[in-house]
């Protein structure tokens, strides 16, 4: 199996997301090809202010069954959904001032849920929680995403994915 340590494989996929609508969509597909109830999942959402992280947050806990608002998570830190399928922890780590303050947070005790962490360089040792990194940037007037397989089951994943969407 590929994976993205030891071997200096990373399995990763580079897309262009012109508008809101393409990133709505990746995240769609994305979900599609987790397991049925992903608790226990970890994708780390990465990039500088505005690169739409929470926009890929928001569209993904839509296309999960969770019809009402989606609020930022900035203040609270953690917003939770508990949807049908699965339970959706949506984390915001831009103001915590340490990392110890994760676990004071409880994360600990999210892993009943899928988390999406965005701001997850707050806290370096998520990195090693993690199943994906999803590194969204600039392009234009639309955005670039990297994703990339952090655990072995992600790299599997994204092995039999070769052409997401956008
Ligand atoms: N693929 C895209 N193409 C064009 N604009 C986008 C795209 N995705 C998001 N945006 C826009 O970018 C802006 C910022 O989005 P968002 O709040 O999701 O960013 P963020 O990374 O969560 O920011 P923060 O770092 O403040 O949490 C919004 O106005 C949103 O509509
Ligand atoms: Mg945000």
């Known amino acids: ?19 809101e609508a393409a990133t709505a ?39 999960m069954g969770h019809a009402g608002p989606v609020p930022s998570p900035t203040y609270t830190l953690i917003e939770p959904y508990e949807l049908d399928r699965a339970t959706i922890y949506h984390v915001d780590l831009y103001r915590i001032a340490s990392p110890d303050e994760l676990h004071y947070l409880g994360w600990d005790e999210l892993d009943d849920g899928l988390r999406l962490v965005e ?11 993690a199943d ?14 990297e994703l990339s397989a952090v655990s072995g089951r992600a790299a599997a994943l994204l092995e039999g994915w070769p052409n997401p969407p956008a």
Not at 27 to 56: I, Y
Not at 119 to 129: F, S, T, Y
Not at 132 to 144: C, K, M, N, P, V
């Open 1 to 19: 199996m590929p994976s993205s340590t030891g071997n200096g494989m990373t399995e990763r996929r580079v897309l262009s997301l012109p508008n």
């Open 132 to 145: 994906f990194s999803l590194r969204l940037s600039y392009e234009g007037d639309g955005r670039r995403a």
């Open 119 to 129: 701001w997850p360089d707050r806290a370096p040792e998520l990195m090693e929680q």
């Open 25 to 63: 969509s990746f995240a769609n597909a994305l979900l599609e090809r987790l397991p049925p109830n992903p608790a226990g999942w970890t994708l780390l959402l990465e990039g500088e202010l505005g690169a739409g992280k929470s926009t890929f947050a928001r569209a993904l806990i839509r296309a």
